[in-house]
């Protein structure tokens, strides 16, 4: 997933445009949302099981294996990942609402521009009338 933003970070850089659709966006938006329920509630890194909460051996073991296998410094890790993926979409969705806003500005103006020519062509007309 971060290869992904990557991937989409380098070819703004290069192009200075953004062309994904909103769909595409909200996809992504789901998989890291996904990726981190996963984390937290599947895997439950900093959930101490039953035997560890009623006998202190135990609870010594789980507390070496999380230091062991660096546990703590893995999630940093994942949660930096999630952090930068966040923010990216974060960026992303102002970029795509900011699209959706010029484009109703425009429309604002071009029914705008119809109403003055509608009527000015009004006034010409009436104008233009001989009274009786």
């Known amino acids: 997933m971060v290869e992904e933003f990557t991937d989409i970070n380098r070819g703004m850089e290069k192009t200075g445009t953004f062309t994904m659709t909103r769909k ?31 006998d202190a051996k135990y609870a010594q073991i789980f507390e070496y294996l999380r230091e062991e296998y660096e546990v703590t410094q893995r999630f940093g890790n994942l949660d930096f990942k999630l952090k930068f993926v966040e923010h990216n979409i974060h960026f992303l969705q ?16 071009v029914l705008l521009s119809i109403e003055n020519v509608i009527s000015v062509y009004e006034i010409v007309r009436a104008s233009n009338v001989v009274p009786l």
């Open 24 to 54: 595409k966006l909200f996809q992504l938006v789901g998989k890291a949302n996904s990726n981190l329920a996963d984390v937290i509630l599947k895997v439950g890194l900093f959930d101490r099981s039953e035997i560890a909460w009623r």
């Open 94 to 109: 102002e970029v795509l609402q900011n699209r959706r806003s010029d484009l109703l500005e425009w429309c604002i103006i």
